[in-house]
C-alpha cells in the first residue's frame, strides 16, 4: 500500500486495538448524535419519529422496486464523486459539479433531440455528448485557472449559477430546446422528451426489482479510475502532483496537461451523471435536473475519503436516502428532511477522522493555533 | 553569583522514538552571547524551540532570572521576553516594515508612535531600516535587520539567533557581531548564538555549550578554548577528512601555511573579535601540529557510522592516493585540491557538458532573479558556486530543474539548448538536480520509498501504461542496496525515513538516471557529519565518472573541500571565477560581498 | 424626459432596497476573506437568519427581537463553520456546502411551522431628504434597520484597518506562518472572523425576511449567499469594491424586475447571470494587479509545524 488515504491518522504510539476502539467508538457516537438530531427535528415539528423512518425505509430498501429506486438514485452521485476524487487527488477542488452535471444533460439533450440514427447510436451519441459538454464546462474554469491564474475553487462555483441560467435560457427559446408548442396548453420551461431510442434500457420490471442502464456504466467508470489511479502511470503522475506539484514538475509532469486533465476528467464524469439522469428517467431537460446531484456527489467524495471503491457503498447509501425521501411524502413530512439528514450524516462521518488528527497533532506537541 | 537569566534543566523531548533533546542542561549569563554549538541534528533547533513556546517538553524545568516557568506558546515565551531573531516564514510580504514589526505585540495599534520608536531602536542599534517600504521589496539583508529590530521591539531579555551568518557577507556577519555586542553588553540582555561553524563561535560568543545527538557533551569559556578539542567534542570523533572539517567549520584551524607556501596577504596577529570570520591569526591558534596523525586504517573505522552499514561496504576506490591529500593534520595543510581526482589540465580538455550563456530571470512578483547568469562546466569537473544565501543560488538550481523560466538566455546540455520551464525538460535532457529544500522539489514524502526512487523515471518500470510493481520493488532494493540506504520496508512512506536517508534516496534516484550533469545545491545541509561525508564522496565520484557537476553551496568550505574550480555568485551573476589553487577566503569574500577581488 | 428620470428613480429604489441585504452579508464576508477564509457557508448564515427572524417574530410579537434571532442564528452556523474548519480542519469548503445544505433542508422542512400573518419592522423614511426627486426614496426611504449600514460600513472598515484585531486577521490572511511566529493565535482569529461574518450575514438575511418581504418562504435566499462572495471578489477584496459590487447586483436585479414592464424584453437570465458572470470577469481581466487575487493565504487552512 503506498499512498496513505487523505486525511488519515498517522499510526500513534498507542496499542493497534485501542486506537480501532476508539475510532469505532467516536463514529459510532457520532453517527448517534446526528441521528438524534435527526430524530429530534422530526418530533418537534409534530411527526412521528417511527412513521418517517418506516418511510425512508420503504422508500429505499423495502421491495424490489426500492431497491432499484436506490440503485437509480445512486449511479449519478457515484459518477459525480468518482470524477471528484481523481480531481481531488491532482491537488485542485472542483465544486462545481452541480454546474458540470446541468451542461452535460443540455448537450445530451441537445443531442438526443436532433442526431438522427439508430437508438443505441443516438444513445451513445447523448452520453458521449454529455460527457464532452461537461469537460467543456469544467474547461472554461481550468482555463481561467492555468492562463490567468483564477482559483479553481472560486471559477467552478461561479460557473454553477451561470449554468443553472444557460440551461433556464435553453429551455425558454423555442430555437433553443424549448418544449414543442401544443395548442391551447401553455408551455413550461422544459424540453422534449428525449426519444425512445435515446432513453437507457432498463433491467427488470417494475414492481419488482428494476435499474437503469446507468449502473453498469458507473461501475465501470469507477472500476477503470480506481485502478488507473493506483497502478497507471497517468495515476502516479495525477498523484504525484497532488501531493508536491513543485517535484512533480521537476519530474516532467505538466501542471497544465495532468492537473487540467483531471479538472475535465471530474467535469465529464459530472456531464455524464447529467446525462444519465437525462436518460435514466428524467428524460426532459428541465432546470431543475440536476437536484443537487453535483452538491451531493461532491459530499459522498468526501465522507468516502477520496478512495473511489469506497465512493461505492456511499453513493449507495446516499442513494437509498434520496429514495427513501420520496416516500416520505406520503407520511406528511416534508422531503427537504432528507437534506437535513444527508447533512448530519456527512459531518458525523467526517468529524471522528478530523478529531483523531487534532488529537495526534496535540499529543505531538505542537497544537494548530489555538 | 549572580541568579542565571536563562536556565534549562534536564529538558527531555521525544519525537516519536527520536530522542531530540536528552536531559539537556543549558545557563545563559545576563550580558553574555552565549554560543550553542553542535552540528545538524544534535538537537539545538528542538532546544530553542521549548524555549519560544512552540514545542512541549516531556521533562525537565525552564527557569527565567531564577523563576520557573511554563511556556505554552509562543505568546508566554514573548511575555517573559524571550525572543527569536528568524530566518524564514516571519514575516509578511505585502504589509509594511513598522505593520510586521508591531505584530503580534498587543496594544493599541498606533503608526505613528511605532515608526518613531522603530527609528530610535534602529539609530541605537546601527540598524538601517526604513518603517514605510513593504517587506516584499526588502532584500534578504534588510529583511534580518527588519527581524532583528522586530524582535528588539519587545524589549527582549533573551535574543535568540539560529545560523544567522548564513545569509550574510562576511563583512555583513562581522556588523551583526557587533550589534550582538552592543546589544549584550549596553543593556544587560542575554543572547544565544546557534552555529555549527566553530569561527562563529569563537569570534562572536563568551561561553559555549556543546550538543551532540541530543546529549550536552562540552562547555567552556571561549576566550582560550581549544578549538581542535571543540570539533571533537562536536562530532565525537576525530574530524577525519577535509571534508568533515568542512561540516564543523573548523577548515580555517586547519588552513595555515605549510612550509614552502608563502605566507598568505592579510594576515594579521590580531586575534580580536573584530577580525572577519574564517581568518585566524596566528595568535588564535593554540599549537596543534602533529596531534592527529592516523594511519589509513584507523580512519576507516573512524568514519564508521553509527547505526547505519559499515564502512566496508563503501566505495572508496582511491584511498591510498587519497591519504595525502586528505589526511586531517591540524596545523599542517598538505592538499592541492579535491582528493583523487584529476588535476585541472585533464579536465580543460574535457567537453564542455552545462553551458549557461547570459540568464535573465524574474520572479512572479518582478524581482530579478537570475541577471546575465552565464557559467560553463565540463565532464568530471566540480563547479563550486560560492555565495551569500539569497543572491540566485536557488535561482539556479531552479533554473537546472525546469522550475523557472527564462527571459533570456539560454542553457546547452551536452551542447544542445534546452528549453526552460518546461516540465520535465531539464531532466529529459540528462541534467540531475540535488535540490536544496528536498522537501520542496526534490521528492514526495507521502510517496513510498520505492516510488520515490523512479518519480521522474517511471517509464522505466512500467509497460503499457501501467507500472509493474515487481520492476518497482527491484528498482528500489537495487537502490537501497548500491546507496546504502536505512530502510526497512520500502513501501513505507518516505516521511518515515531520517534526512540524511531521504537526501540518499534523492541522491540515489539522480545518480541512477545516469545523468550528464548533475546540480547538487547545499547537499549536505540538515545532515550529520557521516551523511555529509557519504554525499561528498559521491559527488565527487560522479565527477570522477565523467558527470558535470554543478556544487551550489553557501558553505565555503564545502565548496574548497570538493570543487576543481569556483565561481562566486552575487545578485543573480557570476562575480568571479578561478581554479581551485587561486581560491582562498579572502578573495571569495570579497567577491561574495560585491567587490572586486 | 421626467418621465425617464421617473424610472431611473424608481429603478435605483428597487436597486438600493435589494442591495441591502446583501451590503450586510458583505461586509462579513469581506472580514472573513481578508482573514483567509474564503467562507462558502453565507447561504447557509442568510437563510438561517431569514427563518429564525420570522420566528423570532412570530414569538415575541416584534420584528425587531426578530432581527437579533436572525443575527443569533447566522452566529450558530459560523460557530458550526468555524468548529469543523479550523477546529478540526475538514475542508472547509465541503464543510460550508454541508452547512447550506443542511441549512435549507431545516429551514424548508419547518417552513410551515413558522407561517404566520406578516411581520414587518418600520418603514422609516428620513424627513425632508425623502422627498427629494430621483434620489430622494432610493436612498432615504428604507426601513430602519438598512440604516444602520451608514454605522457598520465605518465600522468594519475601522476593525480591518485601524485595530489590531485587523492587523493580526490580516496578517493571518496573507501568510499565517509568519502571523504564527509573531505570537498571533491564527485559527482563532480565523474563528472570529468567521463569527463576525455570521453575525452580519444573519442580519442581512433577517433583513431580507423581516424587513423586505414579512414572511418566511423556503429557499427565500435562493443563492444570494452566493452572490454576495461574488460580490467581495468582484470588489478586489476592499470594501467599497464589495459594496460597489452589491449595488451593481442590486441594480441587475432590479433592471430584471423592470424592463418586462417597461416594455424591453431582455433576457431575464442574463441579468441573473451577471453578477457571477461579473466577478468572473473581474478576476480575469485583473489578475496580475496587486489586491485582485486576494489575501495570500486566502482558503488555505493553517496548522503549525507542518513540512
Redesign the interface.
Known amino acids: 500500500?503506498?499512498?496513505?488515504p487523505l486525511g488519515a491518522a498517522r499510526a500513534t504510539?498507542t496499542p493497534r486495538a485501542a486506537a480501532r476502539l476508539r475510532a469505532v467508538l467516536t463514529y459510532a457516537a457520532s453517527l448517534t448524535v446526528a441521528l438524534a438530531l435527526a430524530t429530534a427535528?422530526v418530533t418537534l415539528?409534530?411527526h412521528s419519529a417511527a412513521d418517517t423512518l418506516l418511510a425512508l425505509y420503504q422508500g429505499s430498501l423495502e421491495g424490489g422496486a426500492s431497491l432499484g429506486q436506490t440503485v437509480d438514485e445512486a449511479v449519478p452521485l457515484l459518477l459525480v464523486a468518482v470524477g471528484a476524487v481523481v480531481c481531488t487527488r491532482a491537488g485542485l477542488?472542483n465544486?462545481g459539479q452541480e454546474g458540470q452535471v446541468l451542461i452535460g444533460a443540455t448537450a445530451g439533450a441537445a443531442i438526443a433531440l436532433s442526431a438522427p440514427g439508430p437508438g443505441p447510436l443516438v444513445l451513445a451519441l447523448t452520453l458521449a455528448g454529455s460527457a464532452l459538454g461537461g469537460a467543456l464546462w469544467a474547461g472554461v474554469a481550468a482555463v481561467?485557472h492555468y492562463r490567468?491564474?483564477?482559483?479553481v475553487?472560486?471559477?467552478t462555483?461561479?460557473?454553477v449559477?451561470?449554468a443553472?441560467?444557460?440551461v433556464?435560457?435553453a429551455v425558454?427559446r423555442d430555437f433553443l430546446l424549448q418544449e414543442s408548442a401544443v395548442p391551447g396548453q401553455i408551455l413550461a420551461p422544459q424540453s422534449d422528451p428525449v426519444p425512445e431510442a435515446a432513453r437507457l434500457p432498463r433491467l427488470g420490471e417494475y414492481p419488482d426489482f428494476n435499474v437503469g442502464g446507468g449502473v453498469f456504466l458507473a461501475l465501470a467508470v469507477t472500476l477503470l479510475l480506481a485502478f488507473l489511479l493506483r497502478?497507471?502511470?497517468?495515476g502516479?503522475?495525477v498523484?504525484?502532483l497532488g501531493?508536491?506539484p513543485?517535484?512533480?514538475?521537476?519530474?516532467?509532469?505538466?501542471?497544465g496537461w495532468i492537473g487540467g486533465g483531471a479538472l475535465l476528467l471530474s467535469g465529464a464524469c459530472a456531464g455524464l451523471a447529467g446525462g444519465v439522469v437525462l436518460t435514466g428517467g428524467v428524460y426532459r431537460l428541465q432546470p431543475g435536473l440536476a437536484d443537487?446531484v453535483g452538491?451531493?456527489g461532491?459530499?459522498v467524495a468526501?465522507v468516502a475519503r477520496n478512495r473511489p471503491l469506497l465512493a461505492v457503498p456511499v453513493a449507495l447509501f446516499f442513494g437509498a436516502l434520496r429514495a427513501g425521501g420520496g416516500f416520505l411524502a406520503s407520511t406528511g413530512v416534508?422531503r427537504?428532511?432528507?437534506?437535513?439528514v444527508?447533512?448530519?450524516l456527512?459531518?458525523a462521518a467526517?468529524?471522528p477522522a478530523?478529531?483523531a488528527?487534532?488529537r495526534a497533532?496535540r499529543r505531538?506537541?505542537?497544537?494548530?493555533?489555538? | 553569583m549572580r541568579v542565571p537569566a536563562v536556565e534549562m534543566v534536564g529538558v527531555t523531548?521525544r519525537?516519536?522514538s527520536v530522542v531530540a533533546c536528552d536531559r539537556v542542561s543549558l545557563s545563559v549569563r545576563e550580558g553574555e552571547i552565549h554560543g550553542l554549538l553542535g552540528q545538524n541534528g544534535a538537537g539545538k533547533t528542538t532546544l530553542m524551540k521549548i524555549l519560544l513556546g512552540?514545542?512541549?517538553p516531556d521533562a525537565g524545568r525552564v527557569l527565567v532570572r531564577g523563576h520557573e516557568v511554563e511556556i505554552r506558546?509562543p505568546r508566554t515565551a514573548a511575555d517573559l521576553g524571550i525572543a527569536m531573531v528568524q530566518q524564514h516564514f516571519s514575516l509578511v510580504p505585502a504589509m509594511r516594515v513598522w505593520e510586521n514589526v508591531v505584530l503580534g505585540a498587543g496594544g493599541r495599534l498606533d503608526r505613528s508612535a511605532a515608526r518613531g520608536r522603530i527609528q530610535e531602536v534602529a539609530r541605537r542599534y546601527g540598524l538601517a531600516v526604513d518603517p514605510d517600504a513593504r517587506v516584499e521589496d526588502l532584500t534578504t539583508g534588510e529583511r534580518q535587520r527588519v527581524e532583528i529590530v522586530k524582535c528588539l521591539w519587545r524589549d527582549p531579555a533573551l535574543l535568540i539567533l539560529d545560523e544567522p551568518t548564513s545569509v550574510l557577507t562576511p563583512a555583513e556577519s562581522r556588523e551583526l557581531f557587533s550589534v550582538l555586542r552592543r546589544v549584550a553588553s549596553h543593556e544587560r540582555r542575554s543572547v544565544i548564538l546557534i552555529s555549527h561553524k566553530l569561527d562563529e563561535i569563537r569570534h562572536a560568543t563568551d561561553r559555549v555549550t556543546v550538543m551532540r545527538s541530543g546529549r550536552v557533551v562540552a562547555r567552556r569559556a571561549t576566550p582560550g578554548m581549544d578549538v581542535a578539542d571543540l570539533a571533537r567534542e562536536m562530532i565525537g570523533r576525530e574530524p577525519g577528512t577535509r571534508a568533515a572539517a568542512a561540516a564543523v567549520g573548523a577548515m580555517d584551524a586547519v588552513v595555515s601555511p605549510s612550509p614552502g607556501e608563502p605566507e598568505r596577504p592579510g594576515r594579521t596577529a590580531d586575534a580580536d573579535r573584530g577580525m572577519e570570520p574564517g581568518r585566524p591569526g596566528p595568535a588564535a591558534e593554540p599549537d596543534h601540529t602533529g596531534v592527529f596523525d592516523r594511519a589509513a586504517t584507523d580512519r576507516a573505522e573512524d568514519l564508521g557510522r553509527a547505526g547505519e552499514p559499515g564502512p566496508a561496504t563503501r566505495p572508496r576506490p582511491a584511498e591510498p592516493e587519497e591519504e595525502p591529500g586528505d589526511t586531517l593534520e591540524f596545523g599542517r595543510v598538505a592538499d592541492s585540491g579535491p582528493a583523487g581526482d584529476p588535476g585541472p589540465a585533464a579536465v580543460d580538455e574535457a567537453e564542455v557538458l552545462l553551458r549557461v550563456r547570459d540568464a535573465y530571470a524574474t520572479a512572479p512578483d518582478g524581482r530579478p532573479l537570475l541577471r546575465g547568469l552565464s557559467l560553463h562546466v565540463r565532464a568530471g569537473e566540480i563547479l563550486g558556486i560560492a555565495g551569500v544565501e539569497g543572491n540566485g543560488q536557488a535561482a539556479l538550481a531552479d533554473l537546472l530543474?525546469?522550475?523557472i523560466e527564462l527571459d533570456a538566455g539560454v542553457v546547452e546540455v551536452c551542447g544542445r539548448p534546452v528549453p526552460t520551464g518546461r516540465?520535465?525538460?531539464?531532466?529529459?535532457a540528462g541534467v540531475g538536480?540535488v535540490?536544496e529544500d528536498r522537501h520542496?522539489?526534490?521528492?514526495?514524502?507521502?510517496?513510498?520509498v520505492?516510488?520515490n526512487l523512479v518519480?521522474?523515471d517511471?517509464?522505466r518500470v512500467?509497460a503499457g501504461?501501467?507500472?509493474r510493481p515487481r520492476r518497482l520493488r527491484e528498482h528500489a532494493a537495487r537502490l537501497i542496496e548500491e546507496f546504502e540506504i536505512v530502510v526497512t520496508d520500502p513501501?513505507a512512506?518516505l516521511r518515515r525515513l531520517s534526512g540524511g536517508n531521504q537526501q540518499k534516496v534523492v541522491l540515489a534516484r539522480e545518480l541512477s538516471a545516469n545523468p550528464r550533469v548533475l546540480v547538487a545545491a547545499q547537499p549536505s545541509r540538515g545532515l550529520d557529519v557521516a551523511a555529509a561525508e557519504y554525499v561528498a564522496e559521491r559527488i565527487r565520484r560522479a565527477a570522477r565518472d565523467g558527470i558535470a557537476v554543478l556544487l551550489i553551496s553557501s558553505d565555503l568550505e564545502e565548496i574548497l573541500a570538493l570543487a576543481h574550480r569556483v565561481a562566486v555568485i552575487h545578485r543573480g551573476a557570476i562575480a568571479g571565477e578561478m581554479p581551485r589553487a587561486e581560491a582562498d577566503v579572502a578573495r571569495l569574500a570579497l567577491l561574495m560581498g560585491g567587490r572586486a577581488a | 424626459m421626467t418621465d425617464m428620470l421617473a424610472v431611473a428613480g424608481l429603478i435605483l429604489a428597487s436597486a438600493v432596497r435589494l442591495s441591502v441585504p446583501l451590503a450586510f452579508a458583505a461586509l462579513g464576508e469581506y472580514v472573513a476573506e481578508r482573514a483567509g477564509t474564503?467562507n462558502?457557508s453565507v447561504e447557509g448564515m442568510m437563510l438561517g437568519g431569514a427563518f429564525t427572524a420570522v420566528a423570532g417574530a412570530n414569538l415575541t410579537g416584534s420584528p425587531a427581537l426578530g432581527l437579533l434571532a436572525g443575527v443569533a442564528a447566522g452566529l450558530a452556523v459560523a460557530l458550526a463553520q468555524a468548529l469543523?474548519s479550523h477546529?478540526?480542519?475538514?475542508?472547509p469548503?465541503?464543510?460550508g456546502?454541508?452547512?447550506n445544505?443542511?441549512v435549507?433542508?431545516?429551514t424548508?422542512?419547518?417552513?410551515?411551522?413558522v407561517r404566520d400573518e406578516p411581520r414587518q419592522v418600520d418603514l422609516v423614511p428620513v424627513p425632508w431628504l425623502a422627498d427629494l426627486p430621483v434620489l430622494g426614496p432610493g436612498l432615504f426611504a428604507h426601513r430602519w434597520p438598512a440604516y444602520l449600514l451608514v454605522v457598520l460600513v465605518p465600522l468594519a472598515w475601522w476593525l480591518v484597518r485601524r485595530t489590531r484585531w485587523g492587523l493580526e486577521a490580516r496578517a493571518v490572511g496573507e501568510n499565517?506562518q509568519a502571523a504564527?511566529v509573531a505570537g498571533v493565535?491564527?485559527?482563532?482569529r480565523r474563528r472570529q472572523a468567521l463569527l463576525v461574518c455570521g453575525a452580519l450575514s444573519g442580519l442581512g438575511g433577517a433583513y431580507l425576511a423581516v424587513g423586505e418581504v414579512g414572511l418566511f418562504n423556503?429557499n427565500m435566499t435562493a443563492?444570494r449567499g452566493?452572490l454576495v462572495?461574488?460580490a467581495v471578489?468582484f470588489g478586489g477584496w476592499t470594501l467599497r469594491g464589495a459594496l460597489a459590487g452589491c449595488l451593481l447586483f442590486g441594480a441587475a436585479d432590479a433592471l430584471r424586475l423592470a424592463l418586462p414592464a417597461l416594455g424591453f424584453d431582455l433576457?431575464p437570465?442574463?441579468l441573473?447571470?451577471s453578477p457571477?458572470?461579473l466577478?468572473?470577469l473581474a478576476?480575469?481581466l485583473f489578475?496580475r494587479g496587486r489586491g485582485r487575487?486576494g489575501p495570500a493565504a486566502?482558503?488555505v487552512p493553517?496548522?503549525?509545524?507542518i513540512t
Not at chain 2, 423 to 428: K, L, T, Y
Not at chain 2, 440 to 448: A, E, I, P, Q, W
Not at chain 3, 87 to 91: D, W, Y
Not at chain 3, 302 to 305: E, K, P, Q, Y
Open positions: 500500500m503506498t499512498s496513505p504510539s427535528v415539528s409534530g477542488f465544486i481561467l490567468r491564474g483564477v482559483d475553487v472560486i471559477g462555483l461561479l460557473l449559477f451561470v443553472g441560467q444557460v433556464s435560457y425558454n497502478h497507471g502511470t497517468w502516479f503522475k498523484r504525484m501531493l508536491n513543485v517535484a512533480a514538475r521537476r519530474a516532467g509532469v505538466s501542471a443537487n452538491w451531493e461532491l459530499l468526501l416534508p427537504y428532511l432528507v437534506s437535513v444527508t447533512a448530519l456527512v459531518l467526517v468529524f478530523a478529531y488528527e487534532l497533532r505531538r506537541g505542537s497544537g494548530g493555533g489555538a | 523531548k519525537f516519536g512552540l514545542v512541549r506558546d530543474s525546469s522550475l516540465a520535465g525538460a531539464m531532466h529529459r538536480v535540490p520542496r522539489s526534490g521528492c514526495v514524502l507521502d510517496m513510498s520505492a516510488e518519480l521522474a517511471v517509464g512500467a501504461g501501467l507500472v513501501d512512506p | 474564503l462558502i469543523f477546529a478540526l480542519t475538514v475542508n469548503y465541503v464543510v456546502l454541508t452547512l445544505v443542511f435549507l433542508g431545516l424548508s422542512f419547518l417552513a410551515e411551522s499565517p504564527d493565535p491564527v485559527n482563532r423556503p443563492g452566493y462572495i461574488a471578489i433576457t437570465q442574463l441573473i447571470a457571477y458572470l466577478a468572473l478576476l480575469t489578475a487575487r486566502l482558503g493553517f496548522t503549525r509545524g
